[in-house]
């Protein structure tokens, strides 16, 4: 099997099993006793609305709270709805114990209903008043604090066996267990927790890489990408993300019609704006640019070896600061330079400096969101000696990054100008979370926007950099992979989240 399929093979199902498993509640039981543990499957896997994600002992609960949020119980969701807690204890430092535990669980899973157990001692403990204990209480207390997101978070008494009935000790458990099912999570609780499920995990922001990715091999955009992203939008704001400036993303984004509310996020996250649908006016979200000392390092750098082999002739650099690309003017680069405005649509304009002295007093007075070095692909070598020389600028410089949009191309941007970022910004202005964010990419520069987002998908015609990335970070497993840009990959990915999930309303 070719590294293609495999790659298709390994992601194609990943909204398929959450969707399988969409009519059950996921339930995560916590108890160092077996008998306990073998009567909550029991009760949660006989039941058509419910299944038993694992069980697991409370000395687990630290690796569990310190595990990889990325890393997915194995029914494909990100946490479970239902937390089933045993609280049983001898003792009062026990208890205090058995809270610490439930407090981190808690924490770990903010928004899964969290429904501890006690016998009649501990429930008194807290609820009575001759017993209470008040210090107990407190830590009750802390916990149902830090727990507003969720729906439900509460202590219910069951009966617990004691020495002379431990022969029955699963029987007991088990009728404790069926009424817990039976009062707490009653057919309208459940119903609400999966309402509850479904808007927590709904995708309410749409990322997507332009070039390769939404654009096809001509630059365009078909008409069942654009009309499956102008039906999203009127829904869910979408977010194009790119290497390009600002100017060159506009006459795409416009495209999703005047009702859609669309972000902009330029030189692979360096400037981020509103721009678009029912924004009330532009603005500018998030901005991170090039330090001035490191930019002049790059053009000293660029100075040093345009002029010999094997970059005379074959090495062009763009400055961008916000929309204004500069250059340098070299008839030896001009076709690169053509090539490169073609690429973004025909419609940009340069600022040509005659000397890079003229470049460098220009760059002292304006920061660049990127600087861009395009090697000519085809000569002698050139974009291999010019890789070491880009990873020597990078360890010279204070805050800088390159990310090769293509193998020939060098973006040079600071280190916080990243799709992640970027997206990060976007959802704070929303007051969504990550996991409520779709992205489609294809590229080494997608990587941690993929790595970070609820619903990651990738083109076919992904960049097999992207995909070494992807498997190395053990993220692999979380991509969908759909069809390529030249076969409407990008609505291929929408229908994905409209059919397999409710994640779309």
């Given amino acids: 099997m070719n590294l293609h399929m495999s790659a298709f093979v390994q992601g194609q ?15 995560l039981v916590i108890s160092d006793n077996p008998d306990y543990a073998s009567a909550a499957r029991i009760v949660f896997d006989t039941n058509p609305d419910t299944l038993t994600d694992r069980t697991m002992s409370r000395k687990d609960i630290d690796r569990l709270v310190n595990e990889s949020r990325t890393k997915s119980p194995k029914n494909g969701r990100h946490e479970p709805d239902v937390i089933i807690f045993d609280m049983y204890s001898v003792s009062d430092t026990k208890l205090g114990e058995q809270f610490s535990l439930m407090k981190a669980i808690g924490s770990k ?16 403990k807290l609820f009575g008043h001759s017993q209470r204990n008040d210090a107990l209480l407190s830590m009750w207390e802390e916990i149902l604090s830090e727990r507003r997101t969720s729906l439900i978070t509460q202590v219910y008494r069951i009966a617990y066996p004691s020495g ?23 057919p309208v609780t459940r119903q609400q927790i999966f309402e509850y499920r479904h808007e927590k995990n709904r995708c309410k922001l749409f990322g997507v890489d332009l070039d390769d990715t939404l654009l096809d ?42 009702e859609v509310d669309w972000y902009i996020i330029a030189h692979n996250g360096a400037l981020v704006s509103n721009e678009g649908g029912r924004a009330l006016y532009e603005r500018t979200i998030y901005e991170r640019t090039i330090k001035k000392e490191d930019a002049a390092k790059l053009l000293g750098m660029f100075g040093s070896i345009r002029e010999r082999e094997p970059f005379k002739g074959n090495l062009l650099l763009i400055y961008f600061a916000g ?20 690429r973004l649509g025909g419609k940009m304009r340069f600022h040509l400096f005659e000397d890079i002295g003229s470049m460098e007093r220009m760059a002292g007075a304006f920061e660049p969101h990127k600087i861009l070095m395009i090697v000519r692909a085809d000569y002698k070598g050139a974009v291999k000696e010019f890789n070491n020389i880009a990873s020597e600028a990078i360890n010279s410089a204070d805050s800088l990054v390159v990310n090769p949009s293509h193998p020939n191309y060098f973006e040079f941007t600071h280190p916080e ?14 007051g969504i979370s990550m996991r409520n ?25 992904y960049d097999t950099r992207l995909y ?34 409710r994640v779309v309303k």
Avoid at 166 to 185: H, M, P, V, Y
Avoid at 245 to 253: G, H, K, L, R
Wanted: proline share 4%; hydrophobic share 35%.
């Fill in 468 to 501: 070494r990335k992807l498997k190395e970070s053990g993220h692999l497993h979380k991509i969908e992979f759909v069809s390529t840009n030249n076969e409407d990959g990008v609505a291929e990915a929408i229908g994905k989240l409209r059919s397999y999930t």
């Fill in 217 to 258: 091999d001509n630059g365009k955009i078909s008409d069942k990408n654009m009309g499956a992203l102008r039906r999203l939008g009127q829904k869910v704001p979408i977010a194009f993300a790119s290497g390009r400036p600002p100017v060159s993303m506009m006459e795409t984004a416009r495209l999703v019609g005047p």
């Fill in 164 to 186: 002379h009935d431990s022969r029955d000790a699963q029987k007991i458990f088990l009728e404790g267990l069926t009424n817990l099912f039976n009062d707490t999570l009653n």
């Fill in 109 to 124: 899973y903010p928004y899964a209903a969290l429904i501890g157990t006690s016998d009649w001692v501990t429930h008194s």
């Fill in 437 to 461: 964010v779709a992205y489609v990419g294809n590229g080494l520069n997608d990587a941690d926007a993929l790595q970070t987002v609820g619903y990651p998908f990738v083109v076919k015609n």
């Fill in 323 to 342: 929309n204004e690309p500069s250059s340098i003017e070299d008839d030896a680069v001009a076709d690169l330079r053509l090539s490169y405005i073609k």
């Fill in 417 to 430: 100008s990243t799709k992640a970022k970027a997206l990060e910004k976007v959802i704070e202005t929303l």
């Fill in 13 to 27: 199902s990943k909204l398929e099993d959450i969707a399988k498993e969409e009519t059950k509640l996921s339930v």
